[in-house]
């Protein structure tokens, strides 16, 4: 028989000289470890950081969770590089999650993009266990959603034309079916049908069985 892996919960989050964000992630998601990504750029900077982990631990270590602060060394290189190495990183660790929710509020807004950048280029499998946590800055709101809703999917125009007509019509919320996409687009029947199954087969739109009908899903939004 196999031995069943059982995969942590991790929160991986960017962190600078506040460590609110990161505590309000760590104590709504409970995980089995955090990850703090904090930029080295020079020891004065790095020591506020420091400060701001220790409090963290001390935190994290009330809730019986591991914490480790990931030092990220800046040498002013493009936000490509510092992508292509945070993606490594990132890589190792939902390799390793069963879920991981990557809070990207505090710290430098370089190492956000960069982070967000780094996760996006994922592979998809990976990405399908990640969730982005963002939180206001100055506004009470913490929007979560998982990031595979927000990667962009290579598609071919008359697809990307059907995915756009499924959004308009989840706005009224209604749903179609290949006969009103194939007289919306003009295009044959068969064709919308085909692109209607690509979709779904993608997680971009939706069926519902009992009236033969589709519609977008969240994934669609950005790739419409």
Same mark, same amino acid.
Not at 132 to 145: I, K, Q, S
Not at 177 to 185: A, C, I, N
């Given at each position: 028989?196999?031995?069943?892996?059982?995969?942590?919960?991790?929160?991986?989050?960017?962190?600078?000289?506040?460590?609110?964000?990161?505590?309000?992630?760590?104590?709504?998601?409970?995980?089995?470890?955090?990850?703090?990504?904090?930029?080295?750029?020079?020891?004065?900077?790095?020591?506020?950081?420091?400060?701001a982990f220790s409090q963290l631990r001390l935190f994290a270590e009330q809730l019986g969770v591991g914490a480790e602060l990931v030092r990220i060394d800046y040498r002013g290189e493009r936000i490509s590089v510092l992508a292509g190495r945070l993606k490594a990183l990132l890589e190792s660790y939902a390799e390793s999650s069963g879920e991981l929710v990557l809070a990207l509020t505090g710290g430098p807004r370089l190492l956000v993009v960069a982070a967000l950048v780094?996760?996006?280029?994922?592979?998809?499998?990976?990405?399908?266990?990640?969730?982005?946590?963002?939180?206001?800055?100055?506004?009470?709101?913490?929007?979560?959603?998982?990031?595979?809703?927000?990667?962009?999917?290579?598609?071919?125009?008359?697809?990307?034309? $059907?995915?756009?007509? =499924?959004? /308009?019509?989840?706005?009224?919320? @209604?749903?179609?079916?290949? !006969? +009103?996409?194939?007289?919306?687009?003009?295009?044959?029947?068969?064709?919308?049908?085909?692109?209607?199954?690509?979709? $779904?087969?993608?997680? =971009?739109? /939706?069926?519902?069985?009992?009236? @033969?009908?589709?519609?977008? !899903? +969240?994934?669609?939004?950005?790739?419409?």
């Open positions: 028989m196999g031995v069943t892996v059982e995969r942590q919960r991790l929160v991986v989050a960017t962190l600078g000289f506040d460590e609110r964000f990161a505590l309000r992630a760590l104590t709504e998601h409970r995980p089995d470890r955090l990850y703090a990504l904090a930029l080295y750029t020079d020891e004065s900077s790095w020591s506020r950081v420091s400060r780094a996760a996006l280029s994922l592979p998809e499998r990976l990405v399908e266990r990640m969730v982005l946590r963002l939180e206001g800055e100055g506004f009470d709101v913490v929007a979560e959603e998982q990031l595979a809703n927000l990667r962009y999917v290579e598609l071919d125009p008359t697809a990307r034309r $059907v995915l756009g007509l =499924l959004v /308009e019509v989840r706005r009224e919320g @209604r749903w179609v079916g290949p !006969t +009103e996409v194939s007289e919306r687009l003009g295009i044959p029947k068969s064709t919308a049908y085909k692109k209607l199954q690509e979709l $779904v087969a993608r997680g =971009l739109a /939706e069926y519902d069985q009992r009236s @033969r009908r589709y519609t977008a !899903t +969240e994934r669609a939004y950005v790739n419409a």
